[in-house]
């Protein structure tokens, strides 16, 4: 294989550079990220600024080859650094998700030229991704998406509406996914993938408010005749969509399920801290048994999570399907998350309930790992299907 090859695929990350990368964005995260988040969670502010560091950090081409410029981390090391990232501000997390899920699907399904074209300029965070695939009457039954998609000389016409895609407004190339056969049986045989740049045609119709994730867009898109060449269509091959998202969403679950654990760090830190700073008859609460309890159930619940990330993304990154061991960090490590964050918060007692400490933040923020990247119900029964194939009888 020449070196050339070699660059276009993604190897295992050194261990050297693995913390050298996780550290530095550590302390990017203290410095920069946790002191502001509040604040501009509170008032729902897109972070610009941190934005503009993560795209000096190289953030924005964390899993691209280094061939097309990326820093060609695996997808292990990825995790890592959303775990960080998260224990600043879970909403950051989310501005790289759907752009390196794109990038994902395009290294891996697109063609020469696809690859060429975009993944520089998505390394270097001069387009940003997001993934136009939910619509407002189908998220979990992504088969019955209605935005179609018509060849009409060398483009293809699009029309239809998206709904809660995120980056859809700070974001400038959609993975969109659109049926282009409405006769096809089964459905997802008739659904495509399109890397369309944003243009005339496309408009973000509308901002969609949020318990949490805030300062980051989601929002709802229309496409009135949109065209995309042809060029654009994922791979140049009609009805594969279905199973280049799905193997994207891996990713995107591998990034929610670390998400997770690192929003729960985040909140069982401030718990330890403030159970040796607070003091009730006598003592700090931490040699009260109730609240060792929570802390020792807290820690262990997080280790575990980590442990499922870790080796849902290991398993990505020896290039097999994983949507069993991804689904199961996904769904532990999310509803690990809603129990440690409302444990936290019954920590800080009152105060959990203040916006002064950022625990209610943590609170918030749960439950979009619950529902975000399929559901947990939708992820029970992709476990279970697994689950049975692997033990027929
Ligand atoms: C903040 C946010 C950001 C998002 N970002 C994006 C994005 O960038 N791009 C994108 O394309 N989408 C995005 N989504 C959409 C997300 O993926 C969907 O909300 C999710 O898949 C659930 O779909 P739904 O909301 O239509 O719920 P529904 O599918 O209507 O489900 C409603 C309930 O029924 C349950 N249910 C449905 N079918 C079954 C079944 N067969 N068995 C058991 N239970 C079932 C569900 O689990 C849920 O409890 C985002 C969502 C949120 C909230």
Known sequence: MSE???????????????????????????????????????????????????????????????????????????????????????????????????????????????????????????????????????????????????????????NGSKMWVTNARHGNLYALVVKTDLEADPPHRGMSLFIAPKGPGVTVSRDIGKLGYKGVDTCEVAFEDYRVPVANLLGGREGRGMQQVLNGLEVGRVNIAARAVGVARAAFEQAIRYSQERYTFGKPICEHQAIQLKLADMATKIEAARLLVQQAASKKDKGERCDLEAGMAKLFASEMCAEVTLEAMRVHGGYGFSTEFPVERYYRDAPLMIIGEGTNEIQRTIIARQLVKKYAV
């Open 4 to 158: 050339e090859s070699e660059d276009r695929e993604i190897h295992p990350t050194a261990d050297g550079v693995r913390s050298e990368i996780v550290e530095t964005v550590k302390r990017f995260v203290e410095r920069e990220v946790a002191p502001v988040a509040s604040e501009l969670e509170h008032r729902d502010e897109y972070p610009h600024e941190i934005v503009a560091t993560m795209k000096e950090l190289g953030l924005f081409g964390a899993t691209i080859p280094t061939h097309w410029g990326g820093l060609g981390l695996d997808t292990r090391t990825y995790a890592m650094i959303v775990e960080e990232l998260c224990v600043g501000w879970m909403s950051i997390s989310g501005i790289l998700n759907t752009h390196l899920l794109l990038a994902y699907i395009i290294r891996r399904f697109g063609n020469d030229k696809q690859r060429d074209t975009y993944l520089p300029r998505m390394a270097q965070g001069e387009l940003r991704g997001a993934l136009c695939l939910s619509e407002s009457h189908a998220g979990s039954d992504v088969q019955a998406i209605r935005t179609v998609g018509r060849r009409d000389g060398d483009d293809y016409l699009i």
